[in-house]
């Protein structure tokens, strides 16, 4: 009966999935491309007003 026992918990632990490792993700990418983003709009507008205003 004692060894049920201490087999007990080992089978428990095989059952548990493995957490698996946390990743690096690149941080800040979304913050760059809304950036980049934002001054290609800003460019064309700029360019856009210009041509309104040689009118």
Same mark, same amino acid.
């Given at each position: *009966? %004692?060894?049920? @026992? %201490?087999?007990? !918990?080992?089978?428990?632990? $095989?059952?548990? !999935? &493995?957490?698996?490792?946390? @990743? *690096?993700? !690149?941080?800040?990418?979304? @913050?760059?491309?809304?950036?980049? %983003?934002? &001054?290609?709009? $800003?460019?064309?507008?700029? *360019?856009?007003?210009? *041509?309104?205003?040689?009118?």
């Amino acid at each position: *009966m %004692a060894q049920e @026992t %201490a087999a007990a !918990p080992r089978e428990r632990d $095989a059952a548990r !999935p &493995v957490q698996a490792e946390d @990743t *690096m993700t !690149p941080k800040g990418t979304l @913050t760059i491309l809304l950036g980049y %983003a934002g &001054v290609i709009i $800003a460019l064309w507008g700029y *360019m856009y007003l210009t *041509m309104l205003a040689r009118r």
